[in-house]
C-alpha cells in the first residue's frame, strides 16, 4: 500500500510525506510524522503570534 500525507494550507497543499510500499501495519511508520506535523503546527502558531504582537507594537 502506498501512503502518503498532506498538508492543506490556505494558499496550497504540500505534501509532507510518501511511504511507498508499505505492508502490514504501517502506523509505527506513519505516526512520527503526525507528531513532527502537530509539533510544527504548534511552531507556527507561535511564530504567528510574535509576528502579531511585534506588528502591533511596532505600529502603537
Do not use: F
Amino acid at each position: 500500500m502506498d501512503v502518503t500525507d498532506h498538508l492543506r494550507l490556505a494558499s496550497a497543499e504540500v505534501l509532507l510525506a510518501s511511504w511507498p510500499d508499505l505492508h502490514g501495519d504501517w502506523t509505527p511508520v506513519v505516526h512520527p510524522t503526525l507528531y513532527e506535523v502537530i509539533g510544527l503546527h504548534a511552531a507556527l502558531s507561535v511564530a504567528t503570534d510574535a509576528l502579531r504582537l511585534a506588528n502591533h507594537l511596532a505600529t502603537n
